[in-house]
């Protein structure tokens, strides 16, 4: 797999790190996923690998948190951890890559509903150890869920994709990993409830009262555009063109999979 870094640069990932660190210094109220287990593909311009990785997410959902249906619930700060795969780490050491940053994306899902939620994260500059594995510190930002049904809502982990900004002349880094762990893949969960209503109070019109005239109602609208930032990485970002396109539709697919 051909992962290409200074692409995902131009899409605007990068730059965004400096925008996210002032959301991403509280310290998230949940216990963070167990580790996970990934089979990754990676590549270093033309050389390439497999391996496998052990990664860990968290989300800003705290314990026994309860909302009502069309509450959002954020996700921010969204953290994480990713253990590269040992042949990974050895080729950022062979070309003599002292420290790297980057960022990528990870893919989850409510494991009820089967609603997507795209989380983008960076990571670094973290140095590169002369011996041993190497662990990633990732921060990043999924936005809010918002509950359309009442019941248990689970935040469940999927594949991920990462890249190492290596600058505009610098070689193409990056890995894509498959969650390949069949055990717990929850990151988080919540309750939502149905809301309450109360009924409107009525008053019945006088002798000398004016004709009663419609009520109008008028409601919230929530006009957000929800609909994730994908589209930037499928059109030239994290991943070009040909398998890169591939893995991230398959990401995708084997996010919803997961499903009970």
Do not use: W
Request: net charge negative.
């Amino acid at each position: 797999m051909r992962l290409t870094a200074r692409a995902a640069a131009r899409a605007g990932l990068v730059g965004g790190a400096a925008l996210l660190a002032a959301a991403l210094t509280v310290t998230s109220a949940q216990a963070a996923s167990a580790d996970l287990s990934y089979s990754c593909d990676f590549g270093f311009d033309d050389a390439q690998g497999t391996g496998t990785a052990t990664a860990s997410f968290d989300s800003a959902i705290g314990d026994d948190v309860v909302v009502e249906v069309g509450e959002d619930v954020s996700l921010d700060p969204f953290t994480g951890s990713v253990t590269l795969p040992d042949q990974f780490t050895d080729l950022l050491r062979q070309n003599e890559l002292g420290s790297i940053q980057g960022g990528g994306i990870t893919f989850t899902v409510i494991d009820e509903t089967g609603d997507e939620y795209d989380v983008f994260f960076d990571f670094g500059p973290e140095e590169v150890p002369g011996e041993g594995p190497m662990t990633l510190t990732l921060t990043g930002e999924g936005g809010e869920v918002t509950p359309k049904v009442a019941g248990t809502h689970t935040l469940v982990a999927g594949d991920f994709i990462l890249f190492v900004d290596t600058g505009e002349t610098g070689p193409d880094v990056g890995m894509g990993c498959e969650l390949s762990d069949e055990g717990d893949t929850t990151i988080d969960s919540f309750d939502a409830v149905a809301g309450s209503t109360s009924p409107t109070p009525t008053t019945a019109p006088t002798e000398t009262s004016s004709p009663v005239r419609p009520v109008v109602v008028q409601t919230d609208f929530a006009g957000g555009d929800r609909s994730t930032a994908l589209p930037l990485v499928l059109g030239g970002g994290v991943l070009a063109a040909g398998t890169g396109a591939v893995f991230t539709g398959r990401a995708r697919a084997r996010a919803t999979s997961r499903r009970h």
